[in-house]
């Protein structure tokens, strides 16, 4: 009776799972549910009782080369705002050009300003934005940056420790008089003399990286300073020098391995201790250790099973 009893609930069991289960497939996914619905994102912006004035787009303090730029202003309780852009030349002439000057009856927003700074020409910027607020109170945030026609960075190469030099600029199209046609590369000592074995190195506005032979040269370590000079096609050069500073320190030397005991195999450095001799490395270490951990495993999952068996035979 007992024995019918368990099966009975077996079974009852099991047409519960089966009846659950199909239950659950029938449900609709999560995916029948988005496509019935509609989601609206809303965007809640918190607006302060003062006027405030925000400017993104170039970085203050950065130094560029490409003349196409664009800063993003963001305002908020502003009536009138605006923007003033400050240009020295590298000779030291200054001017100010009035970029935008408008009202906004308080109203937050946001203000994107194409710079063309081409028309300009290379040199130091400076843009201030000035939010003016009720009450004479303002918000002003002011960036400043360098327009140059080139810049780089020097790098050590693998094996001689030879600076490579990664050229950023903006090659010219031939005809304009403020484009990069040719750049210039010289190389001074600590002490400001120029390396007559090297300088000057002539690139070509199609060339953006350029490996200097120290090593060939047999410089001898030291501070060494890379001077790049931007040519136009006339030849004139177009703006300052930019400046790398680089240690150089002779290379070529084989890599040292540190020792670390295992004699000159240095496939299976010595481990130390009791095993010390042997000349096992770690891999082996490991590859038996989980042999002898999976044997252990079956050996112990077939006892287990046979005491199972002799226990079923005594009933």
Do not use: H
Not at 256 to 267: C, F, R, Y
């Amino acid at each position: 009776m007992k024995r019918t009893q368990k099966k009975l609930l077996g079974l009852f069991g099991l047409s519960l799972v089966v009846a659950t289960t199909a239950f659950a497939a029938c449900l609709p996914g999560p995916e029948a549910s988005a496509a019935g619905s509609v989601t609206d994102t809303v965007t809640v912006r918190v607006v302060g009782r003062a006027p405030n004035v925000e400017v993104t787009g170039i970085e203050s303090g950065s130094i560029i080369t490409d003349g196409g730029q664009t800063i993003d202003i963001t305002y908020e309780v502003v009536d009138e705002l605006k923007v003033v852009l400050k240009y020295t030349d590298k000779d030291g002439n200054v001017q100010e050009i009035n970029l935008w000057d408008d009202y906004y009856d308080y109203q937050p927003g946001g203000l994107p300003i194409d710079l063309n700074l081409i028309q300009y020409g290379y040199g130091d910027y400076e843009i201030t934005v000035t939010g003016y607020g009720p009450d004479g109170v303002y918000d002003e945030e002011t960036i400043v940056f360098e327009y140059i026609p080139v810049r780089g960075t020097a790098e050590p190469a693998a094996e001689t420790n030879d600076p490579v030099v990664d050229l950023d600029f903006v090659p010219g199209d031939g005809v304009d008089p403020n484009g990069v046609e040719t750049i210039i590369i010289n190389v001074y000592d600590e002490n400001g003399n120029l390396i007559d074995e090297i300088s000057p190195i002539a690139v070509n506005k199609d060339t953006d990286q350029v490996t200097l032979p120290f090593s060939e040269n047999g410089l001898p370590d030291g501070n060494y300073v890379i001077e790049l000079i931007a040519l136009n096609a006339d030849g004139d050069e177009l703006y300052r020098s930019y400046i790398i500073n680089y240690e150089y320190s002779a290379g070529g030397e084989e890599p040292v391995v540190p020792d670390t005991g295992g004699g000159d195999d240095a496939g299976a450095p010595d481990t130390g201790g009791l095993f010390g001799g042997l000349n096992i490395s770690k891999t082996d270490y490991l590859i038996t250790g989980l042999l002898i951990f999976f044997t252990a495993g079956i050996g112990g999952a077939i006892f287990i099973v046979k005491r199972n068996q002799k226990s079923s035979k005594r009933r």
